[in-house]
């Protein structure tokens, strides 16, 4: 239970990584708040954990509004009284030629990804700060960040930002005592994890695809107060696949 008596925000905590990372905090027997856009998986999500006897209330939460985002942090300590780590996790990518890909949907992947990251850390750190250990963040980014595949300008663009901002931010707040990183999942399967082909998972140095529960694992690493040397890091979580050379035969 290392995380007994904290409060832990996780955005996009209605399905995937968000909803893993939510109970894996629970478990440990944090006070749990699950925001997501999607309101009927989100209250899913938290009436789940609380039929499972852990602490755990959903907020609804477009993380492309500021407004939402303020709201989101005030229900927090409304209901718990204090705020101690957030998970940036909400986001998602657009894959299209960049001769088609439009403004408006570059601004809303890019609002939606990197500039909830910023209000979100920004507005929880002015919480975080009255807290005698100060508190911690994580931002999700991607391995996309450093590899790419055509037509995903958008994405790999956010995900880059997030770590910059990460860094960034760490060194802004840590005065305050806020530790800030950021986690880069590679292949994280969300779905029928059991329907990958051995293909699938032979080509991970690891030996297998990554699942929602290696991310979770990550963001209780970072986030755990006992390791306060670690801040302004990305930690890539990937099976080794960045790592690995490919050579076309």
Same mark, same amino acid.
């Given at each position: 239970? $290392?995380?007994? %008596? ?17 109970? *894996? ?27 499972? &006897? ?13 407004? *939402? ?52 850390? $920004? =507005?929880?750190?002015?919480? /975080?700060?009255? %807290? ?12 996309? @960040?450093?590899?790419?595949?055509? %037509? ?8 880059? @930002? ?6 960034? /931010? ?12 950021? #986690? ?25 695809? &990554?699942?929602?529960?290696? #991310? ?13 040397? =670690? ?19």
């Amino acid at each position: 239970m $290392r995380f007994e %008596n904290t409060v832990v925000i996780v955005t996009g905590a209605g399905s995937g990584i968000g909803k893993e990372v939510a109970g *894996a905090y629970a478990m440990q027997g944090a006070k749990v708040v699950l925001a997501d856009r999607h309101e009927e998986k989100g209250a899913a999500a938290a009436a789940s954990l609380r039929q499972d &006897g852990y602490e755990a209330m959903f907020v609804h939460c477009d993380v492309r509004s500021e407004e *939402a985002i303020l709201t989101l942090m005030e229900a927090a300590v409304t209901e718990y009284g204090q705020i101690d780590v957030l998970i940036n996790n909400a986001g998602y990518g657009i894959w299209k030629s960049p001769y088609e890909l439009t403004v408006d949907e570059w601004d809303d992947v890019m609002n939606t990804n990197v500039r909830s990251c910023f209000l979100g850390t $920004r =507005i929880a750190a002015k919480y /975080m700060k009255n %807290n005698k250990n100060g508190g911690s963040v994580v931002n999700i980014s991607s391995t996309r @960040a450093t590899m790419s595949e055509p %037509n995903s300008e958008a994405y790999a663009a956010s995900k880059g @930002a997030i770590i910059s901002l990460s860094h960034a /931010m760490a060194l802004s707040l840590s005065s305050e005592h806020i530790r800030v990183n950021s #986690i880069s999942p590679g292949w994280i399967e969300t779905g029928e994890y059991e329907q990958l082909r051995p293909e699938d998972h032979s080509q991970h140095p690891s030996g297998r695809v &990554g699942k929602p529960s290696d #991310i979770a694992r990550a963001c209780l690493y970072l986030t755990d107060p006992e390791n306060d040397f =670690i801040t302004a890091e990305n930690l890539v979580v990937d099976g080794g696949m960045s790592r690995k050379m490919i050579y076309q035969p």
